[in-house]
């Protein structure tokens, strides 16, 4: 053996352990073992499209099997129906009595009434169906020990997510897509234009997106599927009726001690309490199709003070006060006897619409990325973010 021969031998002996501790395949294959992991992300793209396809297709099949599913949207859609038309009903005989006995006058109230009622009944429907939907999705998969069959599958994660994400929601999306005819009718009244219409339906779907997403997070934390839908209805109460008194107590402990405020409570709530409340996003489009300030606009200023009126200190001013322009001033601005307004700016005269509803949209939209990334690494047993925790060193005791 020649000494340029035992010099490769002996490099190449050295060079495998390395390779091997760096986690790199060694040996004859290596190579193309090496392009054969290399994968682009379009092939990543399409494989987990092809996943999401896969379980979306399963869940779909069971859920969309027989008859049920189309009886049960037959009947909704009737009782949608009876309910629109019973609140028209109502509506014109009020506001008959109120136009001389001529409804005819009162059409776009009527149109705006049917809208308001639609909208409400089928947020409410989206808030419970949506989270009730995906409440057992992966909590059911572990009752029946099938998660770890679906986990050593050559689906990822991610499309494992997604995909009973999607196949949960595409029935409740049916639902609110078949509701769409029955609610042009409002168009036949007039006082709802069809911008209206897009955003109710835009806050719609994107709160059964968020909603869905919370219970699919909630499904993967615990076990049982009772315990997942416990955890996901008190979260749903939590973001509607529980924002609703805390806004509300807020504004007790604000307007405490004649205005001056209890601890650090003072001033308007913080709008962020009621981003994640479906119904004042719903009250905000509302108050867009309102020509005056009443209705849905007192109701969405009396709970979050969107329109911060104009405050007065501690007597009455005697006379009209100097005001740098004509209209409502934002930010607590405090009009004071002989100085007029003091600090902030000013708005033109009206009431602030379409202001609400896009943060609550963002909101939802932010907090569904957040949530599916935590399923996701609870789902997966291998990916799970593990912190390091610091090894305590015995030290060796004299021998």
């Known amino acids: 053996m020649s000494d340029s021969t035992t010099g490769t ?235 609703v008194f805390a806004l509300i107590f807020w504004q007790a402990m604000a307007t405490a001690d004649n205005g001056r405020g209890s601890g650090p409570i003072k001033g308007a709530p913080p709008q962020a309490i009621a981003y994640l409340n479906p119904f004042l996003a719903q009250v905000d489009v509302l108050c867009g199709t309102e020509t005056t300030f009443g209705g849905w606009c007192s109701i969405e200023n009396t709970l979050m003070q969107t329109q911060n009126p104009v405050v007065f200190q501690e007597r009455a001013v005697p006379g009209p006060a100097p005001l740098i322009d004509p209209g409502f001033a934002r930010d607590g601005v405090v009009v004071v006897p002989d100085v007029g307004v003091v600090g902030g700016d000013v708005a033109p005269f009206g009431v602030a619409r379409d202001a609400f509803w896009p943060q609550s949209v963002i909101a939802w939209l932010v907090l569904s990325v957040g949530l599916l990334i935590l399923t996701v690494q609870f789902v997966s047993p291998t990916r799970r973010w593990r912190f390091r925790r610091r090894r305590r060193r015995l030290a060796d005791g004299p021998s």
């Open 9 to 243: 031998d002996i490099s190449e002996m050295t060079e495998m352990p390395d390779l091997a501790r760096a986690g790199e395949p060694v040996g004859p294959g290596a190579a193309s073992a090496r392009v054969r992991r290399w994968r682009s992300p379009l092939s990543a793209l399409s494989r987990t499209a092809g996943g999401i396809g896969a379980v979306g297709v399963k869940e779909l099949r069971g859920r969309m099997r027989g008859r049920r599913a189309f009886v049960i949207l037959t009947i909704y859609l009737l009782l949608l129906g009876g309910f629109a038309w019973m609140v028209e009903l109502i509506m014109e005989r009020q506001y008959s009595f109120s136009f001389g006995g001529n409804g005819t006058y009162a059409t776009a109230a009527i149109g705006q009434g049917i809208f308001a009622a639609l909208l409400m009944l089928e947020t409410l429907q989206v808030a419970f169906l949506a989270p009730s939907a995906t409440a057992g999705a992966i909590s059911m998969e572990r009752e029946k020990q099938t998660l770890e069959l679906l986990v050593v599958t050559p689906i990822t994660s991610v499309a494992i997510v997604l995909g009973k994400l999607l196949s949960a929601l595409v029935y409740v999306w049916l639902l609110i897509a078949a509701s769409i005819p029955l609610t042009a009718v409002v168009f036949l009244y007039g006082g709802v234009a069809p911008e209206d219409v897009l955003r109710g339906y835009l806050v719609l779907v994107v709160t059964a997106l968020g909603l869905g997403a919370f219970g699919l997070f909630c499904s993967s934390l615990v076990k049982r599927t009772q315990a997942a839908t416990a955890i996901t209805i008190f979260g749903v109460l939590v973001m509607t009726i529980g924002s």
